[in-house]
């Protein structure tokens, strides 16, 4: 498990930030992801990184679970952004079409999604996601 206050080096999202002046801002608690496009790409390098704590905290409180458990076969590779709905930093939702490649147990796969996200209180949360493919 690779701690998100230690990791360094370009952003897993792959923005072409360093993690510290991208995801980790959001990771770290110095900033609040402005769109629902940096709140999808952050929450990704979560998963990458296995920060529970980050996903349930940006989990709308009406869909959060009560515990995340990551499975140890499964890596997160690449994250492409494929179309936006709104969720900009007037919006209070959004929509955000992804595919996630990840290797598990050996196998390469991918996972399309489209996520609803909504602003409340100037914070953005994921709320729930229709997978298309995995």
């Known amino acids: 498990?690779?701690?998100p206050e230690s990791f360094s080096g370009n952003c897993p999202c792959l923005s072409g930030e360093q993690y510290s002046d991208c995801c980790g801002r959001f990771h770290g608690g110095g900033a609040e992801a402005a769109t629902a496009e940096q709140l999808m790409r952050s929450r990704y390098s979560a998963f990458?990184?296995?920060?529970?704590g980050y996903l349930l905290k940006t989990w709308h409180p009406s869909t959060r679970p009560g515990?995340?458990?990551?499975d140890p076969g499964l890596q997160w590779?690449?994250?492409?952004i494929v179309s936006l709905q709104r969720g900009g930093p007037l919006d209070t939702e959004g929509v955000v079409e992804f595919k996630a490649y990840f290797r598990h147990d050996g196998e390469r796969g991918v996972h399309h999604e489209t996520s609803r996200f909504?602003?409340?209180?100037r914070r953005w949360y994921y709320v729930d996601a229709v997978a298309l493919h995995r």
Do not use: G, H, I, S
């Open 1 to 3: 498990m690779t701690e």
């Open 48 to 52: 990458v990184l296995l920060d529970a």
């Open 67 to 70: 515990e995340l458990e990551f």
């Open 77 to 80: 590779r690449r994250l492409d």
């Open 118 to 121: 909504l602003r409340v209180d």
